[in-house]
């Protein structure tokens, strides 16, 4: 996956949990920064430390 793709699903999950605009510019320009700082495996390893809790109800 490229940066783009990455960045609009960003997007895409910010719109859904109601998100303002400028919230959204907030957060894309910090996940930019990230991609400038971490390389993907780095990124990887930290989505996998997460403790994600999934919800059953969507």
Avoid: H
């Avoid at 910010?14 to 959204?24: D, F, N, P, V, W």
Wanted: glycine share 4%.
């Amino acid at each position: 996956m490229d940066n783009q793709a990455c960045l609009g699903y960003v997007i895409l999950a910010a719109k859904r949990l109601g998100y303002s605009q400028e919230q959204i510019n907030v957060l894309v320009l910090e996940v930019e920064s990230e991609f400038k700082w971490k390389t993907a495996e780095e990124a990887a390893d930290v989505y996998k430390a997460f403790p994600v809790q999934y919800s059953t109800a969507e």
